[in-house]
């Protein structure tokens, strides 16, 4: 399927020109093409914050874009580079588990190794293939070249292992991305909040532990709280949120990543 | 009026999949526009900054764009969301002050309140309109929709106050701006200047108060005084600026928005 | 030439307005082009940084892209704003030593000075020639004017001294890039490390001295050593770079530009 939009998702900043010479390669190889920019401030080589960050966006995407993916510590040892197709998306990405959140919302529908000499620049370097492999594959899939002559077929994409909320008397989740705002989104999903006979509006409140503190302030939205107020929501992506209203709740907890998250029933007649 | 230009402002950064969610329900809607980040860097929730840099960039686009601007601490909260005709150009926006200065400069032609359903996406968020609802209706613009059909017209979009300079004997206002070279803008125009008969050229010599610090070199521009040196200039904005010669005058002078800048006159006689 | 295709590189940041009254004042004179970001993150007034990010990336763009840079201490003082051809490619930008890296790779085929009052924003300021003369540059030529209309030809673009590494027993140079991995580039050459005969596969291994650390590790690519450890390889522009696996040899070494770097020939039988 030819395209003329192909989207950018790297840790490569932009002070440096590594960005800026994969745009050039697309553009040499696929001069029609529009370049969108998702992110060039993935955290150097966090596969996991790259994963979370994907799950966030390409859902929203038409299936014409072609998702150059580039997060990439393993660059030149033996991990595979694949051309991915996930649900309606498609990705070019390193086979290092970028894609482990998407696959659990989308089925795979077919991958490929990325080998053919034919889409690759004629000189390949040991540590850009950001450069060298993934923009001209890309560049080349624009084009409608068959995917499935890039390379082999891949069944067994790699996964990263994805922190399970463990769910009892308490629900026992973490933190799992930390956002720009310093709001906390957690494994917990609302479902899960909701299996677990919490309700607000019955009086069923979840109260939130996390980094000794203890949150029973729930909200629909930031703005319901006092400035300052530390609140638990379901964030836009469906998952408990815990936000300091116009603050940054990861500096006021000290929390991030892998920060362990309680939450628990209390009863309002408690005196809350 | 049909567009193929969406430009995108945001305080999200690019770090968190925020920005890449409204670029893929724009392209989902209206997969022909060409979308043009301007900023995703405007500090976190901060009004001003994002009315200080809209001043500073809608003049110069065509009538033909469609700005989206998403800083929106009252996300989810009784705040309207919309879309505005404020001279030739076409914003939306929360109706929270970001167009305050754009205001001053241009007549509000039309303002529609963004309600109708038919232009959103099918579930709507509590902490997310950019994506669920300010992409969506900018894409439906785009496409050529007529906005009366957004919602019922508003006639009073919210304005921030803007501090004012006081005009005496010395002009007294306030640094309003600090860009991403430190220097410091005020909001002191070119013009308040002249009519306190402020005129280097007749030895009239303006002399600025900040910080404690008194700076009598006016220059036209950076490279006419030394590395280093703290002059003033009228910012290419139109403005009293203090900037330091390839330095930050913001870090040197510990100031920032809301320090307090004193003009008064001195006579090169006085032994300058 | 016509083109659709302008790219920006600058040290603005994008939390002030410049570099999107930029893309509006580019759009307004040619409706049709694309803008496409390369980085406006190189570091304050850091001409070299710039040079260095250009000889990176420009040369795998298409020739028919317009590349406008603005890193400009200068601004508004006597230096020239000057429209390129260098090699296939066409910069525009302040006559500063920008293109210095490229002028070494490709030859000057003909450059103007950027005069002509009809190519410019009817006012000019003082400190924003980016707005007022470069992006309106731009935007002509990528309507096809004829460069040869925007002044008088230049002959003689300024250039930086740039630093040589000094060969004898041992091979001295210097780093000259710090990428956004905290990844060091220097100015020596593969080519160089293969002149002094150093060899790693027949045992004449190069030993690199740096920061007062001894770096014999020589890998192709960063997978091959452990986390945490210090390496020698070939960049990806082809220049010996030290690194550190999955973290910062920029910020281990307390290392940056202009940081000397010694390598030496160290025969493996002394028990390395």
Redesign the interface.
């Known amino acids: 399927m030819h395209s003329d939009?192909i989207?950018l998702?790297t840790d490569?900043?932009?002070?440096?020109?590594?960005?800026?010479?994969?745009?050039?390669?697309i553009?040499?190889i696929a001069?029609h093409v529009?370049?969108?920019?998702?992110?060039?401030?993935?955290?150097?080589?966090d596969i996991w914050?790259g994963a979370?960050?994907?799950?966030?966006?390409?859902?929203?995407?038409?299936p014409?874009?072609v998702h150059v993916v580039v997060v990439d510590?393993?660059?030149?040892?033996e991990?595979r580079l694949l051309y991915t197709e996930i649900g309606p998306h498609r990705l070019i990405l390193p086979d290092n588990g970028l894609a482990t959140l998407l696959l659990r919302r989308f089925p795979l529908r077919r991958a490929f190794q990325i080998l053919e000499p034919r889409y690759r620049l004629p000189v390949v370097?040991?540590?850009?293939h950001g450069?060298?492999i993934l923009g001209p594959a890309a560049a080349h899939v624009a084009l409608g070249i068959e995917p499935a002559h890039l390379g082999p077929q891949v069944h067994d994409p790699y996964r990263l292992p994805v922190p399970e909320p463990q769910v009892g008397e308490t629900i026992r989740g973490k933190v799992i991305?930390v956002?720009?705002?310093g709001n906390l989104i957690t494994n917990i999903e609302q479902s899960l909040l909701e299996q677990a006979g919490m309700d607000p509006k019955a009086g069923r409140v979840p109260v939130v532990l996390i980094a000794a503190r203890r949150i029973a302030r729930w909200v629909?939205?930031?703005?319901?709280a006092k400035p300052g107020e530390l609140v638990a929501?379901?964030?836009?992506s469906g998952y408990l949120?815990i936000a300091e209203v116009?603050g940054s709740a990861a500096r006021t907890l000290s929390a991030g990543r892998g920060t362990p998250v309680e939450v628990s029933l209390e009863n309002r007649t408690n005196g809350i």
Do not use: W
Not at 34 to 45: E, G, M, T, Y
Not at 233 to 236: T, V
């Open positions: 939009l989207t998702t490569f900043g932009t002070a440096s020109p590594y960005v800026a010479a994969m745009k050039g390669v553009l040499s001069p529009r370049i969108l920019d998702l992110s060039h401030d993935i955290p150097a080589q914050h979370f960050f994907l799950a966030g966006c390409v859902p929203y995407f038409p014409e874009a510590p393993g660059v030149g040892t991990r370097s040991n540590t850009f450069r060298d991305f956002d720009g705002f629909r939205t930031y703005g319901e929501l379901i964030s836009s949120e116009q």
